[in-house]
């Protein structure tokens, strides 16, 4: 049975930092809903009772981006592959935080232990409005093999030009060509 809080509990967070992995949904008025699976190691971070955020790397969309600066309502799912069944979900709102800016450094010190990814472009921080938390019975048991080094190892042989430059080609609108706010984190890639 479901059960609602208004804040992040001392046992659900437990179980969200035992996840490797996470999806986070979107939607804004005329867009597609995105649903998008993010990885908990080194990128995620829950930074207070109401307020959780991750480390965005660079892919072949943007959806996130977009629908935050369109709508803003966001909802992060964890679900345990593992022998506690249990599915958590944060309801609320996100906002990007690009590179380049001060603000997106200070997060970094503070919260990432000052160490950037590569082909990091944003930290997407989502003020949590509410928690619930569901039994997560019918979710399967998986074995954790490992992370996938293909995307990171693609942003590193890329660099920052060339990620910039792959930035600027596919990720300044989403999909249903919403804006995502990308320009100033190529410019500040060019650098």
């Known amino acids: 049975m479901a059960k609602f809080f208004k804040s992040i509990t001392d046992p659900l967070r437990r179980v969200v930092e035992r996840q490797r992995i996470f999806f986070v949904a979107t939607a804004a008025v005329g867009a ?3 649903v998008s699976p993010r990885p908990t190691a080194d990128t995620l971070r829950i930074t207070g009772p109401n307020e959780a955020m ?11 981006a977009a629908h935050l600066r369109a709508d803003g309502r966001m909802t992060m799912m964890f679900c ?10 944060f309801f609320g709102t996100g906002r990007s935080v690009l590179k380049g800016t001060e603000e ?34 019918g979710v399967p048991f998986f074995d954790y093999i490992g992370e996938r080094p293909t995307l990171r190892d693609w942003s590193a042989r890329k660099g920052d030009a060339g990620i910039a430059d792959y930035l600027a080609e596919k990720n ?19 650098g």
């Open 172 to 190: 300044l609108v989403s999909q249903d060509g919403l804006p995502t706010g990308f320009e100033s984190v190529v410019d500040a890639l060019k």
């Open 80 to 89: 345990s592959f593992d022998e506690q069944p249990m599915i958590v979900r």
């Open 54 to 64: 991750y480390l965005d790397m660079t892919g072949s969309g943007a959806e996130t």
């Open 104 to 137: 997106f450094d200070t997060l970094l010190a503070n919260y990432f232990d000052g160490k950037d990814l590569p082909g990091s472009r944003q930290i997407v921080v989502m003020a949590i409005e509410a928690t619930q938390s569901s039994c997560g019975y």
């Open 32 to 34: 597609r809903v995105n």
